[in-house]
């Protein structure tokens, strides 16, 4: 046990490098995770506002082609948007160039105070002038962020204004679907007949169905009147609050139509005042009802979500839990593990100091058994070497023989082969001979058969030939004959030589 104590603490101090050199770079290996997420973060923050520039430029360009194009029908209506946002757009630049202005000039005394700092002097008025300096910087910011508060508050204010004014819209637009903004242009005109759908019916109420019905069947919501007449009669009956003391009246407006017509017109006025009215409440509960109906999903996926995020959390505990449990376990396994590896390299260290102590004892015993064991090796390795030298000097004797066999072969070879080329060109030149002979022969038998044999006779060159004797002969006779003279023409005696 003795010799097992400092083999057991160095095994544990080397465990221990170990396990803070895994933890130190575990450690930097989170950081730079960090740096590496707040790189994404930053990268994905630019790539989105980029994406939202480019969105609010194409916005900005279909608005301007929509709304101020001078070709467009509504340009009178458009111009006055065109004005505000006009005026919007300066005003938000001047505030711009404001706050620019006041943030340069934090900046300016900010950096002012900075070169301040650099040259320090250790005297109280140094100190009062820093000071003055700092409080100034201080108030100005708290003024720039006071100011901005207070801006901010009042675009929330004009937010929730415009969004209260928005919802006021969105309910009239919702009052004119359910009524009859589906067929109202079929009621323009008197004598058109207005139809309900079938699937329109089986979602509205049915004073919405009734009022319907009641256009349908009296003419639309003139009653069958054209709007001029309408328009007059409503003014009247609105003048004398509906008494009937407006009859007389109606009837110097209205001349085209009798006292009959415009009672029955009157009792469709009432019948349809009093439909109307149904309608509107019938859309108020309709409304109401489906607010309620809103509220209760609301509250049922309310419920659904708290009870899934309630499951979720549990789930999460759960996971958290078990996580911590296998981080323990994982952990008391590893402990078991360094303990397991401390004494197995202890039983280690031991076991070796044992051997070599065990080794040492043997190899003083065994030096001499040893040096007869080396000098019969060396014994064998030279008998084995000498035979391999022998063995390898047969091989090359042999390997020579065979090299002289076959370079004689070879040469007997290519003496056969230049005594067969020296025949035929010895056969070559005997050939050509013999048929240089049998020319020679039949060329002399040719010169025998063509020769001529002449004598020469030297006078016959100065002697005249048979050709110049006869021209001579013919000359002659012609030599005898007179010449003929040309007679001499006359001359005129302009041209005379005196």
């Not at 209506?77 to 404001?98: I, Q």
């Not at 969105?170 to 759908?197: C, H, I």
């Amino acid at each position: 046990m003795a010799a097992l104590a400092p083999a057991l603490a160095a095994a544990a101090g080397r465990l221990q490098n170990e396990s803070c050199s895994s933890t130190a770079g575990a450690g930097r290996q989170v950081q730079s995770w960090k740096i590496k997420a707040e790189r994404a973060k930053k990268v994905e923050f630019i790539r989105t506002a980029e994406k939202l520039k480019a969105q609010l430029a194409n916005i900005e360009k279909d608005k301007t082609g929509h709304l101020y194009n001078r070709k467009s029908d509504s340009r009178v209506e458009y111009r006055l948007l065109e004005e505000l946002e006009h005026s919007m757009t300066v005003s938000r630049k001047m505030e711009k160039a404001k706050i620019l202005q006041q943030l340069s000039k934090i900046q300016n005394n900010v950096k002012k105070l900075q070169q301040q700092l650099k040259d320090v002097k250790p005297t109280p008025e140094f100190v009062d002038k820093i000071k003055e300096m700092m409080e100034e910087i201080e108030n100005a910011i708290n003024a720039f962020k006071e100011e901005q508060r207070q801006i901010y508050e009042q675009l929330l204010k004009e937010e929730k204004a415009v969004i209260n004014e928005l919802s006021v819209f969105e309910r009239k637009v919702e009052l004119w679907a359910l009524g009859s903004s589906t067929t109202e242009k079929v009621w323009k005109l008197p004598s058109a007949r207005v139809t309900v759908d079938k699937t329109l019916e089986n979602h509205l109420p049915e004073e919405v169905i009734e009022f319907e019905k009641f256009l349908q069947r009296t003419g639309g919501r003139q009653g069958g009147w054209d709007d001029y007449d309408h328009q007059h009669f409503l003014k009247i009956r609105t003048k004398y609050r509906g008494r009937l003391s407006y009859m007389d009246e109606a009837l110097e407006y209205l001349s085209g139509r009798t006292k009959e017509d415009i009672e029955q017109h009157d009792k469709w006025y009432q019948e349809y005042v009093i439909l109307h009215e149904r309608k509107k409440e019938s859309i108020k509960k309709w409304k109401e009802k489906q607010q309620q109906e809103k509220e209760r999903n609301l509250k049922e996926k309310e419920k659904l979500e708290k009870m899934l995020k309630e499951r979720w959390l549990q789930r999460e505990e759960a996971q958290k839990q078990k996580a911590e449990e296998e981080r323990k376990r994982k952990h008391a396994a590893v402990e078991v593990w360094k303990k397991q590896k401390v004494v197995a390299f202890a039983i280690d260290q031991a076991s070796q100091l044992k051997l070599e102590d065990k080794e040492k004892k043997q190899q003083k015993g065994s030096q001499s058994h040893v040096k007869l064991v080396l000098e019969r090796n060396t014994l064998q390795k030279k008998v084995k070497e000498e035979l391999e030298k022998l063995e390898n000097e047969k091989k090359e004797e042999a390997e020579k023989e065979g090299r002289k066999k076959i370079a004689a072969e070879e040469i007997s070879k290519f003496q056969e082969h230049d005594l067969h080329k020296l025949e035929l060109r010895v056969l070559q030149k005997h050939t050509k001979e013999i048929e240089k002979q049998e020319k020679e022969k039949r060329l002399a038998k040719l010169r025998e058969k063509v020769e001529v044999r002449v004598t020469r006779d030297r006078s016959r060159l100065n002697r005249p030939s048979k050709g110049w004797e006869e021209r001579s002969q013919e000359m002659a006779p012609a030599a005898a004959e007179p010449l003929l003279r040309v007679s001499q023409r006359a001359v005129p005696a302009g041209r005379g030589g005196s």
